[in-house]
Structure formats: C-alpha cells, structure tokens
C-alpha cells in the first residue's frame, strides 16, 4: 500500500536549522513531483517547494527562498526526500507534509497533489 511518512520536525530557535525527511513507497514515486507543503495554525495549507522527478528542476515560494533546499533520493522501492531548513524564523512554524504529484510537475496548487503524509510539526521560537 501506498505509504508517505515524513520525519525529522522538532522545536529550534529562531536562526537554526532543521531537515526534514519524507519516504514514500507503495507507487513509483521515483516518477513522481514530489514537494512540501505547510499550515499554521489557523492558515491555508500554502506551498513550500517541488523538485521533478530526476531531480533536476526546484521551485520555491518566495518566503523559504535562499534559505530552504530540497533534493530527492530515487532509490529501488523507496523515494527519499528531504528539505534543508536554515535561517528559520518564527513565521515557520507550521505542520510540514510531504506531497507527490504524477500530471502537474512543479504546480503549486493543493489539488494537483495525488498523495500526502501525516504531516510533521516545525516549531521555531523567537
């Protein structure tokens, strides 16, 4: 069965760093977008970013640009991906899922996405 699970939340101070870890198997995800997503409290799930299938082409929201980094590692049964969060500021804290899509590449609207994770908490403290 389809399995999205991501890892890697936590609470950090204002200026520090986090990465996040995402494994999704049960499709073959190594075909697939895959990106991240967020939602704080009260707000709109919103995008954070996407990388293509081989990897080869990122895309970020203007707010994490510069400071977040995501890459992808395409192993045999499992597609590994991960987001490098530095410079965090307290404006990030939010739930962080990890998404895949098959048909919209590096699209930015929540309903382009075929599957999601249970999300991870991202706490950053001022």
């Known amino acids: 069965q389809v399995q999205v699970v991501e890892s890697g939340g936590g609470l950090v101070q204002a200026g520090g760093s986090l990465r996040l870890s995402c494994a999704a198997s049960g499709r073959t995800f190594s075909s697939y977008t895959m990106g991240w997503f967020r939602q704080a409290p009260g707000k709109e799930r919103e995008f954070v970013g996407a990388?293509?299938?081989?990897?080869?082409?990122?895309?970020?929201a203007d707010s994490v640009k510069g400071r977040f980094t995501i890459s992808r590692d395409n192993a045999k049964n499992t597609v590994y991906l991960y987001l490098q969060m530095n410079s965090l500021k307290p404006e990030d804290t939010a739930v962080y899922y990890c998404a895949a899509n098959r048909d919209y590449g590096l699209g930015r609207r929540y309903d382009y996405w075929d599957y999601w994770g249970q999300g991870t908490q991202v706490t950053v403290s001022s």
């Open positions: 990388i293509s299938w081989g990897g080869g082409s990122t895309t970020y």
